[in-house]
């Protein structure tokens, strides 16, 4: 009997296409109505498509998969955006009002579409994520509502190659499969991994895949950092093929027998060999050192990224690893051992239980394909007297994109309008900037230079102290001293003590009384060396 009312989802990744099928129960359950996969890490390599017509091919089989295990057409499908060039790139923009006007929603639109007018070669921005807003010198993070006279939004942006999507969207054309919607992969696998409370108190997101490892950095619910490391589980597996292994082999002996972290206080057996069921061997302490060697490098590249977030210190919650590369054994003990982070949790699936037929793997490897799932809202079916052919679906296409550029084009507009008939204003503001720029150098070079008189001039006590010093005018010298003292050169206090106690310690030595007094002391001396 034919499916009518499911939700598709199709995840392009490095080592395999995949492709799910499900139904949303009421109860938050989801039913997996059908699941297919293919091998694509001939044609998608880092999560970029380098074959469009492979990956249709890939993508035409696991869709027709998924129908004939559906007794139905699909229609449309979601797809998740990911791979080696996505990133985030901090952007900051602002507006200097005329007078204290109290901030609107529309005031925010306008600030936010600037802020997508960042346009960057060859970059296309997917989403933002914005951070908080700066109204006069408070930072809020809604400030609808508050008044100020001047407002800066501090954004996230979402960036990838803008070959990414387009080159996905040619792949789904040629197939002859609409998109329902893009999701960010990072994004919707953080919603369905990683609990309220780890993305309030902050959490590092580590997806560890094959080609690639993503760092997702949470603090108080928002996206603070996302970058994708171009190494992942497959580099594990070349470095042990490349001791003379069959990669085939050196993929199940690092799956068999495979450790991220062997503690150094344990004893180990220097001989001991590690033996696949063909035959295939290695010495056990020749397969920990190469494993361990490139975990550590992914390691200190992921770690490098959450410093580079500036909340490494902020992660309360510490770090949540998934993706199929996290079953490697004792890949938390080593995040922790090279990170201190006491916090390592692997999260293996989602909070959301699931039913049906179809049973997936509970080892991380799907985790973003179910998060595609869960995010969709819009049935996917389509009822095959309206299937169309792939010409039609890529005639409405070119019209959508069109429309899309037409209304771009009408935005850009009158966002230049509007601008324009801000220039003038922004005009006297910069000139009034650049008048109190001016008047501040100057009050900074005068007081520099009051500064510099005022050290030249404690500079000349010391001397003149120093001099009557060492002619023994200890009256004339402290005074100096005293003058230098009453300039108040911050730091300095310290330096005239010293010169100070020498000073009078020396006036002492050369009192007349003590020198008498020393002479009788000598003189006492040598009389009862007599005796």
Same mark, same amino acid.
């Given at each position: 009997?034919?499916?009518?009312?499911? %939700?598709?989802?199709?995840?392009?990744?490095?080592?395999?296409?995949?492709? %799910?099928?499900?139904?949303? *129960?009421?109860? &938050?359950?989801?039913?997996?109505?059908?699941?297919? *996969?293919?091998?694509?890490?001939?044609?998608?390599?880092? &999560?970029?498509?380098?074959?469009?017509?492979?990956?249709?091919?890939?993508?035409?089989?696991?869709?027709?998969?998924?129908?004939?295990?559906?007794?139905?057409?699909?229609?449309?499908?979601?797809? &998740?955006?990911?791979?080696? /060039?996505?990133?985030?790139?901090?952007?900051?923009?602002?507006?200097?009002?005329?007078?204290?006007?109290?901030?609107?929603?529309?005031?925010?639109?306008?600030?936010?579409?600037? !802020?997508?007018?960042?346009?960057?070669?060859?970059?296309?921005?997917?989403?933002?994520?914005?951070?908080?807003?700066? +109204?006069?010198?408070?930072?809020?993070?809604?400030?609808?509502?508050?008044?100020?006279?001047?407002?800066?939004?501090?954004?996230?942006? %979402?960036?990838?190659?803008?070959?990414?999507?387009?080159?996905?969207?040619?792949?789904? +054309?040629?197939?002859?499969? !609409?998109?329902?919607?893009?999701?960010?992969?990072?994004?919707?696998?953080?919603?369905?991994?990683?609990?309220?409370?780890?993305?309030?108190?902050?959490?590092?997101?580590?997806?560890? &895949?094959?080609?690639?490892?993503? +760092?997702?950095?949470?603090?108080?619910?928002?996206?603070?950092?996302?970058?994708?490391?171009?190494?992942?589980?497959?580099?594990?597996?070349?470095?042990?093929?490349?001791?003379?292994?069959? #990669?085939?082999?050196?993929?199940?002996?690092?799956?068999?027998?495979?450790?991220?972290?062997?503690?150094?206080?344990?004893?180990?057996?220097?001989?001991?060999?590690?033996?696949?069921?063909?035959?295939? /061997?290695?010495?056990?302490?020749?397969?920990?050192?190469?494993?361990? @060697?490139?975990?550590?490098?992914?390691? @200190?590249?992921?770690?490098?990224?959450?410093?580079?977030?500036?909340?490494?210190?902020?992660?309360?919650? =510490?770090?949540?690893?998934?993706? =199929?590369?996290?079953?490697?054994?004792?890949?938390?003990?080593?995040?922790?051992?090279?990170?201190?982070?006491?916090?390592?949790? %692997?999260?293996?699936?989602?909070?959301?239980?699931?039913?049906?037929?179809?049973?997936?793997?509970?080892?991380?490897?799907?985790?973003?394909?179910?998060?595609?799932?869960?995010?969709?809202? $819009?049935?996917?079916?389509?009822?095959?007297?309206?299937?169309?052919?792939? @010409?039609?679906?890529?005639?409405?296409?070119?019209?959508?994109?069109? $429309?899309?550029?037409?209304?771009?084009?009408?935005?850009?507009?009158?966002?230049?309008?509007?601008?324009?008939?801000?220039?003038?204003?922004?005009?006297?503001?910069?000139?009034?900037?650049? $008048?109190?720029?001016?008047?501040?150098?100057?009050?900074?070079?005068?007081?520099?230079?009051?500064?510099?008189?005022?050290?030249?001039?404690?500079? /000349?006590?010391?001397?003149?102290?120093?001099?009557?010093?060492?002619?023994?005018?200890?009256?004339?010298?402290?005074?100096?001293?005293?003058?230098?003292?009453?300039?108040?050169?911050? =730091?300095?206090?310290?330096?005239?003590?010293?010169?100070?106690?020498?000073?009078?310690?020396?006036?002492?030595?050369?009192?007349?009384?003590?020198?008498?007094?020393?002479?009788?002391?000598?003189?006492? #001396?040598?009389?009862?060396?007599?005796?």
């Amino acid at each position: 009997m034919a499916v009518t009312d499911f %939700i598709a989802a199709v995840e392009l990744a490095s080592s395999q296409i995949t492709a %799910i099928a499900g139904k949303k *129960s009421a109860d &938050g359950t989801i039913q997996i109505l059908a699941y297919a *996969s293919e091998p694509s890490s001939t044609f998608i390599k880092k &999560g970029v498509i380098y074959n469009l017509d492979r990956t249709t091919q890939g993508i035409t089989s696991v869709i027709g998969k998924l129908e004939e295990a559906l007794h139905a057409s699909i229609g449309q499908v979601y797809v &998740g955006i990911g791979g080696q /060039s996505v990133r985030t790139v901090p952007n900051v923009v602002s507006r200097k009002l005329t007078e204290q006007t109290k901030i609107s929603q529309a005031m925010i639109d306008a600030i936010m579409d600037s !802020n997508r007018e960042n346009l960057m070669i060859d970059q296309e921005i997917l989403d933002v994520e914005p951070q908080e807003y700066k +109204v006069d010198n408070n930072y809020q993070a809604d400030p609808v509502g508050i008044p100020a006279d001047y407002i800066e939004g501090h954004f996230l942006n %979402i960036i990838a190659r803008n070959t990414l999507k387009r080159n996905i969207n040619k792949c789904f +054309v040629q197939a002859g499969y !609409n998109i329902a919607d893009y999701f960010i992969s990072p994004l919707v696998t953080a919603n369905l991994l990683l609990t309220d409370n780890e993305k309030r108190s902050g959490c590092a997101l580590i997806d560890f &895949g094959a080609d690639t490892t993503t +760092v997702a950095v949470y603090k108080s619910n928002i996206l603070r950092h996302l970058a994708v490391i171009p190494l992942g589980s497959n580099n594990i597996t070349k470095d042990i093929a490349s001791l003379q292994i069959e #990669e085939e082999d050196a993929e199940a002996l690092k799956i068999q027998y495979g450790s991220a972290y062997t503690d150094a206080s344990e004893e180990q057996d220097e001989n001991k060999v590690y033996t696949l069921d063909n035959g295939c /061997s290695i010495q056990a302490k020749q397969l920990e050192e190469v494993i361990e @060697a490139r975990i550590t490098e992914i390691i @200190a590249n992921v770690w490098n990224q959450i410093l580079l977030s500036e909340y490494g210190d902020k992660l309360l919650s =510490g770090i949540i690893l998934t993706g =199929g590369g996290s079953n490697l054994r004792n890949i938390d003990k080593a995040f922790t051992k090279a990170t201190n982070q006491e916090k390592v949790r %692997i999260a293996k699936s989602g909070q959301i239980s699931f039913s049906g037929a179809v049973t997936l793997k509970k080892d991380g490897s799907t985790n973003t394909l179910v998060a595609l799932l869960t995010s969709g809202q $819009e049935n996917c079916y389509k009822p095959e007297e309206e299937k169309e052919d792939p @010409a039609k679906i890529a005639a409405e296409q070119a019209a959508a994109e069109a $429309e899309r550029l037409r209304k771009e084009k009408e935005e850009k507009e009158e966002q230049e309008r509007r601008e324009r008939e801000e220039q003038e204003r922004i005009a006297k503001e910069l000139k009034e900037k650049e $008048e109190k720029e001016r008047k501040a150098r100057e009050e900074q070079e005068r007081k520099e230079h009051e500064q510099k008189e005022l050290e030249e001039e404690y500079n /000349s006590y010391l001397k003149r102290a120093d001099r009557y010093k060492n002619n023994k005018e200890y009256a004339k010298a402290l005074e100096m001293i005293e003058r230098a003292r009453s300039i108040e050169l911050p =730091g300095k206090e310290e330096e005239l003590q010293k010169l100070e106690n020498d000073i009078k310690h020396l006036k002492g030595e050369n009192n007349p009384i003590n020198k008498l007094k020393r002479l009788f002391t000598t003189f006492a #001396e040598d009389l009862t060396r007599d005796e």
